[in-house]
């Protein structure tokens, strides 16, 4: 009997496809679940819409499963899905919020100085609010390259794009962010010295 949990995501997603494997298909949904409802979350900053897209690519997988070319990593190809799925929701104008509650849902480090957790996390909030007034394209490219660690290629495969846009895309959003974070911290110390 072949131990499924030690099998590659292609050959997993063979069995969902060739076999209708439901266990397969459980253990591929096990491994992507939060790395693709973060995903989402940060490009929409929505928990609750982030959370039935994220679904929704599942559902997209499984029903489009006989369609499945083992070409390439099985992760681009959710990533791919996921790209679309949320620009396709972004592209309706759907409103969307930021929900103050929700900026970072990650399981924390344990066992972190109370301190420098504080520090970390206000760092984190600050990035987070400030990758939300990038472009939605520039904000799925900086997150597919610095969190996912994808490369340019794969980023062009999966947002449908040339390499050079994506290029572009990171380089502006990487200067905006900048800009942003920077102006932000100047806005903070400065309201400290008027204090």
Do not use: W
Request: proline content about 1%; overall charge positive; charged content about 35%.
């Amino acid at each position: 009997m072949i131990e499924k949990n030690n099998l590659k995501d292609e050959e997993l997603m063979i069995l969902v496809k060739e076999h209708d494997d439901r266990e397969a298909f459980e253990i591929i949904l096990n491994r992507y679940k939060k790395k693709i409802l973060n995903f989402i979350f940060r490009i929409i900053h929505n928990f609750h819409v982030a959370e039935e897209l994220s679904q929704d690519v599942f559902v997209s997988i499984y029903l489009k499963r006989k369609s499945y070319t083992n070409s390439g990593k099985f992760s681009s190809f959710v990533f791919k899905i996921a790209t679309n799925k949320t620009f396709n929701y972004l592209k309706k104008g759907k409103e969307l919020f930021l929900e103050e509650k929700e900026t970072n849902f990650e399981i924390e480090k344990e066992n972190q100085d109370p301190l420098l957790k504080a520090i970390s996390d206000e760092r984190k909030m600050i990035f987070e609010n400030k990758l939300m007034e990038l472009s939605p394209v520039e904000r799925t490219a900086l997150i597919l390259y610095i969190k996912e660690e994808k490369s340019y290629q794969e980023i062009s495969e999966m947002m449908n794009c040339s390499l050079q846009s994506v290029k572009n895309y990171i380089h502006r959003g990487k200067a905006k962010l900048i800009r942003l974070i920077d102006e932000s911290s100047k806005k903070s110390t400065g309201d400290i010295k008027n204090v």
